[in-house]
Structure formats: structure tokens, C-alpha cells
């Protein structure tokens, strides 16, 4: 099993750039979650999909659009990129919503807005 | 919003020592959950603590829940240089069950 996988590892953009990024799971989870992690501070949950077919808004979410494209797979879409949007994104997933159980994150994606 | 609070912000100590950090919370909660994570990797579950139990452990971890007091404490024993990570606490919220993660704590355990 890979567990989360997330593509790509690094990414320069310059502003008002679009682009994509990708999250697949394999253990079956029903539960999605995108987080971004800045200097300093813990996690901010900027959307999540509680099942298929289902996304919410977490604490961040301008900027950003998501699409669960199937219960294996959760995307991040960012339109227009700005340097406040640089960033580590971790994706992950749980068993089910709510999250009584724990997660698993991926490997995360370290974003660079120019 | 932070919810959770960690402290100290960094801890260094000798290998071999106990290593505690605490985690402090504003709201009902339904869990508490404790992570790890390496420079440059992704988060680990560790240990979750349900709201009802008050005490869990885990091979050298031990996590304490103090819900009149909003707090939490890991402490981790006999420590080694591998433990050498951040430590993170997130809070589930009765209101909405999004978690809510604190800025962590940085453990160097000296060999």
C-alpha cells in the first residue's frame, strides 16, 4: 500500500499562475482533507470532503477550489496564485466524517508563489 | 484560529531523558490527537485520546486528557535520538469536528 501519494513534490509559479494538485489514497477511506502548512504555525484545513461526491470549506479556503474526482482521489486547484499562497500542502485522509479516527497525510507538496 | 496551543515551543534534552510538551484548547472537544513529523515530511498519528478517557498509552508514549483544565500533556520516555521531530496537538471540535492544530513543539533529543 502507498498510503497518500501527492504529486508534485516542489513547484515554482509566478503570480496568477493556475495549477493543479493531485491526492490519491489506496486504504479505501471515504474522508479527504487539504491543509497548508506555514512557517511556524500548525495545519489550516482549507477544504475537505467528508465522502465522495461531497467538499465543505475549512478555515482558508479563498483562493482555492477542490474536486473529488472519485473516493480514491481529492485535487486542489489554485486559479490565480499569490505569494501569500506559498506554502507546504499536505493532503490526507481518514476512515470516515466525522474525524473520530486518525488521519493520514501525505508526503506534502512545497509550493513557491514568485 | 489556533485552537491548540503547544508549549514548549522547542525542548531540547539528553538522550535517555523523558521529554514532556503540553497542549492547551479553548473549546469542547470530541478528540485530541497527537502527531509527529520529521523536518520535511509528512505527519504521523501517534496517539488519539477520546473526550471521556483521560489517560492512553503507547509503547514509550503516554498521553494525559485534563478536559477541566483544556489541556493535554505526551510525554515520552527513555527518549532517542529518533524522536527528534515536531510534535503537534489537533483538537476536533464538538461544534464542527474540523481539526484544529497547534504550532507544535520541536524536540531535539541530544545523543
Known amino acids: 500500500n502507498a498510503g497518500v501519494t501527492q504529486t508534485p513534490k516542489f513547484q515554482v509559479l509566478k503570480t496568477g499562475q493556475s495549477m493543479t494538485l493531485q491526492c490519491a489514497q489506496d486504504?479505501?477511506?471515504?474522508?479527504m482533507y487539504w491543509y497548508r502548512q506555514d512557517p511556524g504555525m500548525g495545519l489550516r484545513l482549507i477544504y475537505y470532503?467528508?465522502?465522495?461526491?461531497?467538499?465543505d470549506k475549512g478555515e482558508v479556503p479563498n483562493g482555492y477550489n477542490v474536486s473529488r474526482l472519485n473516493k480514491r482521489e481529492f485535487s486542489l486547484r489554485l486559479e490565480s496564485a499569490a505569494p501569500s499562497q506559498t506554502s507546504v500542502y499536505f493532503c490526507?485522509?481518514?476512515?470516515?466524517?466525522?474525524?473520530?479516527?486518525?488521519?493520514?497525510f501525505g508526503p506534502g507538496t512545497r509550493l513557491t508563489v514568485t | 484560529s489556533q485552537q491548540g496551543e503547544e508549549d514548549p515551543q522547542a525542548l531540547s534534552i539528553q538522550e535517555g531523558e523523558n521529554a514532556t510538551m503540553n497542549c492547551s484548547y479553548k473549546?469542547?472537544?470530541?478528540?485530541l490527537q497527537w502527531y509527529r513529523q520529521n523536518s520535511g515530511r509528512g505527519l504521523v498519528h501517534l496517539i488519539l485520546i477520546r473526550s471521556n478517557e483521560r489517560e492512553k498509552h503507547s509503547g514509550r508514549l503516554r498521553v494525559t486528557l485534563d478536559t477541566s483544565k483544556k489541556s493535554s500533556s505526551l510525554l515520552i520516555t527513555a527518549s532517542r535520538a529518533a524522536d527528534t521531530a515536531s510534535y503537534f496537538c489537533a483538537t476536533v471540535p464538538d461544534s464542527n469536528y474540523q481539526l484544529i492544530w497547534g504550532a507544535g513543539t520541536k524536540l531535539i533529543i541530544k545523543p
Open positions: 470532503s467528508a465522502s465522495e461526491g461531497t467538499t
Open positions: 473549546t469542547s472537544i470530541n478528540n
Open positions: 486504504m479505501n477511506h471515504n474522508s
Open positions: 490526507a485522509s481518514s476512515v470516515s466524517w466525522p474525524p473520530t479516527y486518525e488521519q493520514y
